[in-house]
């Protein structure tokens, strides 16, 4: 019975060293990729103002660049518009298509006819 327990124990240990190693692993990322001054200088930024924003999250994704919640809706707005049009001209797109199809089928089959009518011998010849 001391073996299992043993085993689990260090099998515990092992699965905690591992978690850490992936801690690490994920701060020097973002130390590197430098997330973390970023953050650092907009929370900062944030701490340093005399009047806090009603928003802290609107605030710092504004620091970081990002758009406010009502430019976000705005653009949502935007591209559902962009999305109609886009449907619309493509649906207008394939009916040209299709007519040009028809248009090129007919004129097809109308030259085929009159090279047909012109091969054709003549009764009186």
Known sequence: MSVAFSLSS????????????????FRKYLESS?????????????YEQNDKPSSAVEFVQQ??????????????GEMLDLQIKYNELLAAHQETCRQFEEIKNSSTTT???ETIDEE??????
């Open 111 to 113: 030259s085929s006819k």
């Open 10 to 25: 260090g099998e515990a240990e092992r699965k905690k060293m591992e978690k850490e190693a992936k801690k690490e692993a």
């Open 34 to 46: 430098g997330v973390l001054d970023a953050l650092t200088k907009v929370l900062v930024a944030l």
């Open 63 to 76: 620091k970081l660049g990002g758009p406010t919640v009502s430019e976000y809706e705005k653009l949502q």
């Open 120 to 125: 054709a011998p003549k009764d009186g010849l």
